[in-house]
């Protein structure tokens, strides 16, 4: 069985959630297909519908073509859907004495997801906003790897499941870093006027040198000419391996 969760409008015909049985694989624009006719929303070549298999957004993987297999969670979700329920905000900010102190009074007045990224740990603002997404939906069903979704983001970043590490590579060295909010779009806004109150917020483009990020994770030239996406393919590369961290159970 394959699970299929519908989200906003998407789900009016259909369903919150369908299971929908097949044999060996399905690609994803043959799945979509299934639901044609029973919600005008509902078709392949739709480009308002976003995809995610198993928490990776399609466009990362083999778009449309992306193959589904037994146990797999697909979602869609309407774009403008999607757009309203997590708003992502990303912004240079020089160094501060006290940040750390600061974020955690403002994570304390707001419900906004914060969190402070070394700059050679982020390839670009899709990879932010895939990263926060993996990170939201980890929190709405209960598989965050930390105790704190400030902290599983940091791991997916950084793309590991010990947090000591993670806080190593890809926390706060005292240098200029990328501050990250995202949330409810009620308590993102709430969190930036007092973030605009206490710090310089410079408008975000990546810093970091491509051959630093390769080198610290790893990534070959091979792996990087063989990636078909809407992304660039370090960020695919990156968010899809995030992906595939998993909560440790007890």
Known sequence: MVKVKLLGSLAK?????VDIKIEG????????????GKNRELYPENPN????VNGIEIGVLNKLDTTIKNEDEVILLPAAHGGAEVHVRAYLVEPHPNILDELNEIRKKTNAIVQIVDPS??????????IAFQTWEAMKNDELMAEKPEIDLLM????????????ERCGYKGLKSI???????????????????????NP?????????ILEMFEIERKELESVSSDYDP??????????LLKPKRD
């Open 13 to 17: 015909g259909v369903g919150r959630e």
């Open 25 to 36: 694989e399905i690609k994803v624009r043959d799945l979509i297909e299934k639901f044609r």
């Open 49 to 52: 519908i976003i995809v995610l």
């Open 121 to 130: 740990c982020v390839a670009s603002l899709d990879h932010i906003r895939l």
């Open 156 to 167: 997916r970043f950084a793309l590991t499941d010990q947090i000591n590490l993670a806080i």
């Open 179 to 201: 501050l990250i909010v995202f949330g409810l779009k009620k308590d993102v806004e709430k969190a930036e006027v007092i973030l605009k109150k206490e710090f310089k917020l």
């Open 204 to 212: 975000f483009h990546p810093i970091a040198d491509s051959k630093e």
């Open 234 to 243: 370090i960020t695919s590369i990156l968010v899809e391996r995030a992906s």
